[in-house]
Every structure is written in structure tokens, then in C-alpha cells.
């Protein structure tokens, strides 16, 4: 089976070795995304609800990259640096998705540059019907 590499279309500064999404069988693996300054790899620290729908955001940007929506996200894995965020975290991510949310887990982290949410996903980019 093929892979293709799906890149961030803002993102200029390469972060780690690995490809931000991998496109395979019609699924998109989306690596984990954080807070970040697309243009300068800067960390954008704010509450957490901010980084909860800027860090969905830049999922968001690599599933359209590889010509899905957020209706094709299919499950999320979310990790925070203080579980003590989750209700306010689940509501900024509940107010993201329309429609039928993915599947989640959800788990306390140490993580990186001082960043309060990391998210990875999986999208069914298909258009196959169910």
C-alpha cells in the first residue's frame, strides 16, 4: 500500500523528523499538533481554550490538505499538560466539531515547551459511504 506526506501549506519551519499527516488506504494520520506560530515555531501560550481551538486548527489545516474536512476526523487523541483543564478544554473542543464528534481519548501529559494541549487525529478521507 502507498503513502503519501501531507504538509501544513503554512507551516515553513520543519519541528521534529517526522511528516505532519500521512495519507495511506484513505486515511490520514495526523502527527501531533500544538499552539504554535506556523511562520516562526514559536509556542503561542494563552488559556487553554485558546490553544484547544488554535492546536484544532492547525488539524483542521492538515486534513484539508489532503483534500478532507473536519467531518472526516474520525478520532482524536488529546494530551494536556494539567487534567485539571478538562472541562474547560472539552468545551472550547465541543464547540469545534459540528455534528457527529470523533471518537477521543483523552490523557495528562508531560509535554514541551511549556504547552498546555497537544492533539493528534485520524481522518477517513475516502468518500467512501459507510
Request: charged share 25%; aromatic share 6%; hydrophobic share 35%.
Amino acid at each position: 500500500m502507498s503513502k503519501k506526506e501531507i504538509r501544513h501549506p503554512e507551516k515553513s519551519i520543519p519541528t521534529g523528523a517526522y511528516s505532519p499527516g500521512v495519507l495511506s488506504g484513505g486515511l490520514l494520520f495526523v502527527s501531533g499538533q500544538g499552539p504554535l506560530d506556523l511562520k516562526t515555531g514559536e509556542v503561542l501560550r494563552g488559556t487553554i481554550e485558546e490553544e484547544t481551538l488554535l492546536t484544532l486548527s492547525h488539524v483542521k489545516s492538515i486534513v484539508e490538505a489532503a483534500g478532507g474536512t473536519i467531518d472526516d476526523i474520525v478520532k482524536c487523541t488529546v494530551h494536556l499538560s494539567d487534567i485539571r483543564d478538562f472541562e474547560r478544554y472539552d468545551t472550547a473542543y465541543g464547540s469545534f466539531f459540528t455534528g457527529i464528534r470523533p471518537a477521543r481519548t483523552t490523557v495528562q501529559s508531560v509535554l514541551s515547551d511549556g504547552i498546555k494541549i497537544e492533539i493528534d487525529a485520524i481522518a477517513n478521507i475516502s468518500k467512501t459511504s459507510i
